[in-house]
């Protein structure tokens, strides 16, 4: 059983398929904290509605992002009933760079998704970046965060084909419906402490 701790700022529907993982049984895991670069973020209330302690930060917060990439790690190491802290950050549609702070409080303990395959279409607009490049393959990556932006070791990834007529709505619901199988897999892999990260920076899988 590994405690997580998200960060969102948005709809939080990979917020949502990790509590239902968790629901289901199958992943091994609690959410014990839900940090919000947005106080109206969506997913603060699916949070809240399955009773996950939640904190929302002001834009003002950012102002100094290293004063709040403190803030966040000293909160995320002492979450918990227990104040144990979690053993992992989980970056669910978290619009922020995480620094120094967070990636030196939790090293290979950070992990992010994003919605192509990486190192392609890095940035905020993954899943339309790879639509109108005209890519016939696209998909979603996990992988963790570390100080270069979009670019840690890869954990997963899974394709897909990019049909003719998709348009960029059906593609974006495609990707996200991969995301939401994706991440609470990869979770459970990190569960069940099948996940190391060698000297070079590659990921294996036991
Ligand atoms: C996802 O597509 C994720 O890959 C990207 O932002 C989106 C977040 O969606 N980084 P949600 O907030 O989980 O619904």
Known sequence: ??????LISGSGTNLQAIIDAIARGS?????????SSKPDAYGIKRA????????????????????????????????????????????AGYMRMVRRPILEAFPNRVVNIHPALLPAFIGAHGIADAFEYGVKITGVTV???????????????????VAADDTLESLEERI??????????????????RVSVDNRGKVHIE
Do not use: C
């Not at 996200?176 to 199988?181: D, L, N, P, V, W």
């Open 27 to 35: 992943l091994d895991a609690s959410i014990e904290l839900v940090i």
């Open 48 to 91: 809240k509605d399955v009773s996950i302690p939640t904190i929302a930060l002001s834009k003002a917060v950012y102002n100094e992002p290293l004063a709040a990439d403190l803030l966040i790690a000293t909160e995320m190491q002492n979450a918990g009933a227990d104040h144990s802290g979690v053993d992992y950050i989980v970056m």
């Open 176 to 193: 996200h419906a991969i995301e939401h199988e994706l991440y609470p897999e990869v979770l459970q892999l990190l569960a069940e402490g």
């Open 1 to 6: 059983m590994i405690k997580l701790g998200v």
């Open 143 to 161: 992988h963790f965060a570390n100080d270069a932006y979009d670019r840690g070791p890869i954990i997963a990834q899974r394709a897909l084909a």
